[in-house]
């Protein structure tokens, strides 16, 4: 049984919220832990930005009341928790990584929180996020740059980089992101945790300009798969005011995971067929998870499904939704805008139905030759993210062993190209590379089949964790 005393800011998720269950440990304690972290941690990595301490300990005390008045309470009672801070939360400072939102309170939660906030976490502040979560490294204007919890010179990755790196330092026992082009996969990948884009509609999105643009959706960031699965049972479900939500309950989700690699079909890849340039240590890691599969009596190929209209369908729908969202703002603002977030937005400009049409063509090709490819195959492997943590002190990396990246999107390839599919990818922590910098395996299923990624995920961390 957990006590007080075997608990510390880096227990599992799991662990916290059974041990303030169990009253072995009230909310206040538990938060005082985490504040102090807090305190220790994040002037270096500024990774929780609008942080409350004193709200954040009256919602403690109200965790506390609630469980001793005998009320039926949340699987999450008495967590401390910060909301990404592109997620509107009621009453609390959301910026989404902008000057011309430096001051925005919203009036009232969105989907994700006002799930999450039901659950009963006792909310401490916000995450950091690149400026309109635009970007797989966490900087802005209004707060800085978050750093990497396991080498502050580098990139805690983005657009989830907040999220991640005060996951991974111990800050917060659980985290939620949002992913478009890799957010939550690529800072679980640079900051050592796990973090998972569910199959869209998983977990829905209200409210919303565009119902019907799925490219981006919510998810869950945790230190173990367990822990993610726990904070997928609380995201996820249907919700009448989001059209496309998937049906299943939450609850569905919840952990407990079993799962076991024996006898399934594993493609693993280090560059989907050279569809992307991988760094050569990363790409090492990867293709040596192919051994551990093996062994876990998996059967594994090289085989890799073709993807080639993923490119063209991610940068239009992308620059089409940027423009779509953003082009008034750039207009009255022009110098409130980093330049590469400008030059997408501008990009879209030039768009037109018919360039549209073709993506969304695209798309529809992509899914059904993933459907084909599960058919033969349960799993995908490939990483997470193409490089490991660069320094933080540039915007994206510039080369992939020596060879120039074109763009600040070139390196992100590994991610957005799933992206696309509209399949469930998961990021899990496997191997470092030589300066001990974490690396991800990015884990992909077939369409709606979460629960079965998330076992398989947690398989895959029980082998990594005895290699």
């Known amino acids: 049984m957990t006590r007080q005393a075997d608990l510390t800011p880096d227990s599992t998720a799991r662990a916290q919220a059974a041990a303030v269950r169990a009253k072995q440990i009230s909310a206040r304690e538990l938060l005082d832990l985490h504040l102090d972290r807090i305190g220790a941690r994040n002037p270096e990595l500024n990774a929780i930005v609008s942080l409350d301490p004193e709200r954040a300990r009256e919602g403690a005390a109200a965790a506390d009341e609630a469980l001793a008045s005998g009320a039926e309470v949340g699987p999450l009672h008495g967590l401390p928790f910060a909301f990404k801070d592109t997620h509107e939360v009621a009453g609390w400072r959301t910026t989404y990584g902008s000057v011309l939102y430096a001051d925005h309170v919203p009036a009232a939660d969105e989907l994700i929180v006002e799930r999450v906030r039901r659950a009963g976490v006792v909310v401490v502040g916000k995450t950091n996020v690149p400026e309109f979560a635009a970007g797989s ?176 369908v991610f940068r239009t729908l992308r620059a089409w939704h940027f423009q779509a969202t953003f082009a008034e703002r750039l207009a009255a603002h022009p110098d409130a805008f980093k330049a590469s977030l400008a030059d997408n937005i501008r990009a879209g400009e030039s768009l037109t139905g018919a360039d549209v049409a073709r993506a969304y063509a695209g798309r529809t090709t992509l899914a059904h030759r993933m459907r084909a490819f599960f058919v033969d195959h349960d799993l995908l492997v490939l990483p997470a993210s193409q490089v490991p943590p660069f320094p933080a002190e540039v915007e994206y990396p510039t080369a992939i062993n020596g060879e120039p990246t074109e763009s600040y999107l070139d390196w992100m390839r590994a991610a957005y190209l799933i992206t696309v599919t509209g399949c469930p990818a998961i990021s899990v922590p496997y191997g470092r590379t030589a300066d001990g910098l974490p690396v991800g395996l990015q884990l992909v299923a077939a369409h709606g089949r979460d629960r079965f990624l998330l076992e398989c995920a947690a398989a895959l961390e029980t082998l990594a964790a005895q290699s």
């Open 137 to 312: 490294h966490t900087f802005n204007r209004v707060f800085g740059t978050t750093l990497n919890p396991h080498d502050t010179s580098r990139s805690a990755g983005g657009s989830s980089g907040g999220a991640a790196s005060a996951l991974a330092s111990g800050m917060v026992p659980l985290a939620d992101g949002s992913d478009m082009g890799g957010s939550l996969r690529n800072p679980a990948s640079f900051c050592g945790v796990v973090g998972l884009r569910p199959t869209l509609g998983r977990v829905p999105q209200w409210p919303a300009a565009n119902h019907w643009e799925t490219t981006s959706t919510g998810g869950p960031m945790g230190r173990t798969v367990d822990d993610v699965a726990l904070l997928l049972s609380v995201m996820a479900g249907p919700d009448a005011r989001a059209p496309q939500a998937l049906g299943d309950a939450g609850s569905s989700y919840a952990p407990p995971l079993s799962g076991s690699l024996s006898g399934l079909r594993i493609a693993v890849t280090p560059d989907l067929g050279g569809a992307f340039a991988c760094d050569r240590e990363v790409a090492s890691i990867v293709t040596s998870s192919a051994d551990t599969l093996v062994a876990a009596g998996a059967e594994v190929s090289g085989d890799v499904p073709d993807l080639r209209e993923g490119e063209d």
